[in-house]
Structure formats: C-alpha cells, structure tokens
C-alpha cells in the first residue's frame, strides 16, 4: 500500500500502509543539527549525517513495533523551500528520498515520502490534516508523529485531535524532545533514536 502521487495540500485517495510515521523533517533537521553541534564539543570527535534509514526503524521501534514482515511508511513534511535535510544521509527531498523505500532485515519494508507545503497552508496545517485524515483509517494500526513541538499551539492542537482516538484500534506514539504534558497517546524521547542514527555511542558520553 503505497501513498499516490499527490501535491501537499491533498490528503484524500491515499493507501495507507499498516504503519506511518510522519514528521516534521525541518524540526528534526534542526534539532540534529543542534545534537551534532553539542555532542561533537562533548566528545572531541567530528559527528557524520544521521542515517536516514537507520533513524527510521529506531523510530519504529521506539514505536512498538516488532520483528515481522511489516510495512512502515515515512512521511517527510518540509517546507518548499527546503530541498534538502542538511544534517541526514541521504538528504535531497526529491531526488534521493521521494518514492524511495528499504528493507530492513527484522523490520520489514519502509517506504519513503516527501511532501513540500507551501506557505499558505503551513505545515502545521498539513500534519494535522494528515492525522486527521488517518484516524479514521482502519488499515492504519500504528502512528508515530514527530511533530514540531517547541513552536507554536502545535503540541496543544495535537492533542486536541488525538484525544477522542481509539486506543484499540490505533496504537500512537508522540515523540519530542523532552516529556510533554498530557495527552491520549504514548511518547517517546526524539533524541535517541537520532544519537542512534548519528553513531553515538553511550560509553562516549557517561
């Protein structure tokens, strides 16, 4: 189950796979950067690009999800004028990243999207309509969303669209970078999985 082809402010028509995880790519692209800045003062050693598809299965994983032949797919939300992550490998939206997919050995099949937004709309926007649009379907099971949480009402909206979900039915997961207030879903912290997919190590920092 593959999304269509579709510009970014059209969310209806699409097939979803049985997992989807979607994100802000221009937050996490931020909050990388600040990581790689930080820990490579910390450490004393040059810090390279998060593997892109390394970062994806630990978000799965963090997600809940478990070995078995799954299908996972990773939504990447970003500003048009962004072409690119600067701190991820690989990085271009459309030519290296769009319509891309790996298979990772325990997890499954993960398949790739890019959505540019444009101005008008606002990324905000989009998720929300995106997460709206997929609460209400069935083959979805299992969500897991990296929105912006540090800008904005952005968190709060999130909540309020989340907080009838059915905890049966969909099995959520918020990830930011430090526990959030409240909330009908489970969170994660958005900075292991990126220390994971940036290489480093946990002796390297005690």
């Known amino acids: 189950m593959y999304l269509c082809n579709m510009n970014a402010q059209e969310t209806s028509n699409i097939k979803w796979t049985e997992n989807l995880i979607i994100v802000d790519a221009d937050y996490v692209d931020k ?3 600040d990581l790689i800045v930080n820990f490579e003062r ?17 978000v799965a994983l963090d997600g809940g999800l ?4 799954h299908e996972t797919q990773l939504v990447l939300i970003h500003d048009k004028k962004n072409l690119k992550m600067e701190n991820f490998k690989p990085s271009e939206y459309e030519k290296e990243l769009n319509a891309q997919a790996f298979k990772d050995k325990n997890l499954g099949e993960f ?8 101005d ?3 990324k905000e926007t ?13 083959e979805v099971k299992r969500i897991m969303l990296i929105p912006d949480t540090e800008s904005g009402e952005t968190y709060n909206s999130l909540r309020t669209v989340l907080r009838n979900a059915d905890d049966e039915e969909k099995h959520i997961t918020v990830f930011a970078m430090q526990p959030m207030e409240g909330g009908n ?11 994971n997919a940036l290489g480093i190590k946990s002796d ?3």
């Open 31 to 33: 909050v990388t950067f």
């Open 42 to 58: 910390m450490i004393g050693r040059r810090i390279p690009p998060a593997d892109m598809s390394q970062w994806a299965v630990c």
């Open 66 to 69: 478990r070995e078995g032949a």
């Open 111 to 118: 398949i790739i999207n890019s959505y540019p937004v444009e």
């Open 120 to 122: 008008v709309v606002g």
């Open 126 to 138: 989009f998720i929300l309509d995106i997460l709206k649009t997929v609460l209400e379907q069935k």
């Open 185 to 195: 879903f489970r969170q994660e912290i958005l900075g292991y999985s990126l220390m």
């Open 204 to 206: 390297e920092i005690k």
